[in-house]
C-alpha cells in the first residue's frame, strides 16, 4: 500500500529527514561542547578578549551547524539591522538551534539578555558569562532591575546591541508568546530604538518532535526600529504591545508565503 504523503518516495524521503536529524544531533552536541571549551581557553589565556572569543565561537558555530544541517540564510532589510548600534535588537524563540541561524547576523558589536540559570550550565554557561552577556534574575525583582540599570549604561557607554528573544521559551506554534518586559524596559531606561526581526516558521526545516530536518533557505525579515527616545517608562505596556503586533503580522506574512512544514 502507498503511503498518503508521497508514496514509497515520501517514506524514503523522511527516512532521509530523520537520518540528518540524528546525525546533526550528534555532530551538534560534540561540536558545540568542543567549540565551546576552546573559546572559554582562549578567554581564560587571554588569547582573545571575551567578547572577541565569544562573537568567533557564534561565528563558527552557526557557519559549520548551517552547513551540515544544509541551512542558507536569506535576509530581508538587513540594512535595517546593520550600523543600528546602540538598540535592543528582539527576535522570535523557535529552536535550540536558533542560535545558528541568528549567528549569521550577530555582529560584534552585539551582546546577549538571558536568564542566570544559563551561567550555571558546565563549559558554554561559563563562556557565557566570561564573555560580558547580561545575566538576569528573573525571580528578584530588585536584582533584575539593577541588571537592566547596569544594561542601559552599557549600551550608551560601549555602543551595544543588546539581543533579547522576548518570548522567552522556545514557541513553534502559529501565534507568539506574551513578550517579557525586560527588553523594552532596557530600551525605554536607555532610550535607544528597538529592531524587530522575525524567522519564518522552523518547523519547514526542523521539527524536533518527529525527528525530522530538511536543507532549505531560511528567511528572516528586519522590520523598521521603532524609537523609544522621549518615551517614559509608563510606556512599556504600550511599546511591548506595538513590537508584538508588528512581528506577528509578520511571522503570518512569512508562514503563508513560506514552503510549509515538513512533510
Not at 514509497?8 to 550528534?26: D, E, K, N, P, S
Not at 522570535?92 to 536568564?115: M, P, R, W
Not at 560580558?132 to 528573573?138: K, Q, T, Y
Not at 533579547?164 to 502559529?174: F, S, T
Request: charged share 20%; aromatic share 10%.
Amino acid at each position: 500500500m502507498l503511503d498518503p504523503q508521497g508514496g514509497i518516495a515520501g517514506v524514503l524521503r523522511r527516512l532521509v529527514y530523520r537520518a540528518h536529524f540524528v546525525l546533526a544531533c550528534v555532530f551538534g552536541v560534540s561540536f558545540f561542547l568542543a567549540l565551546s571549551a576552546t573559546a572559554l581557553f582562549s578567554i581564560l589565556l587571554r588569547v582573545k578578549t571575551p567578547r572577541g572569543g565569544a562573537f568567533l565561537f557564534v561565528k563558527w558555530w552557526g557557519i559549520v551547524m548551517r552547513g551540515f544541517a544544509g541551512w542558507r540564510m536569506d535576509f530581508e532589510h538587513h540594512e535595517r539591522l546593520l550600523g543600528s548600534a546602540p538598540a535592543v535588537v528582539v527576535g522570535n524563540h523557535q529552536s535550540n538551534l536558533d542560535t545558528a541561524t541568528y549567528a549569521a547576523f550577530f555582529g560584534a558589536e552585539s551582546v546577549v539578555i538571558g536568564k542566570k540559570e544559563i551561567g550555571r550550565i558546565p563549559v558554554f554557561g561559563w563562556l557565557w558569562k566570561a564573555s560580558g552577556n547580561i545575566l538576569v534574575d528573573r525571580g528578584n525583582r530588585e536584582s533584575a532591575i539593577a541588571s537592566l540599570d547596569e544594561a542601559a549604561a552599557r549600551i550608551r557607554r560601549e555602543r551595544l546591541n543588546v539581543w533579547v528573544l522576548a518570548e522567552g521559551h522556545r514557541n513553534q506554534k502559529p501565534e507568539l508568546l506574551p513578550f517579557k518586559k525586560g527588553a523594552f524596559r532596557l530600551a525605554l531606561a536607555a532610550q535607544v530604538p528597538i529592531v524587530p526581526f522575525v524567522a519564518e516558521p522552523m518547523l519547514n526545516f526542523l521539527d524536533a518532535r518527529r525527528w525530522m530536518l530538511r536543507p532549505g533557505t531560511i528567511r528572516v525579515r528586519f522590520l523598521p526600529p521603532v524609537p523609544t527616545a522621549g518615551r517614559a517608562p509608563e510606556e512599556v505596556d504600550a511599546l511591548l504591545q506595538e513590537v508584538r503586533t508588528l512581528m506577528q503580522a509578520t511571522l503570518d506574512d512569512l508562514r503563508a508565503t513560506g514552503r510549509g512544514p515538513i512533510g
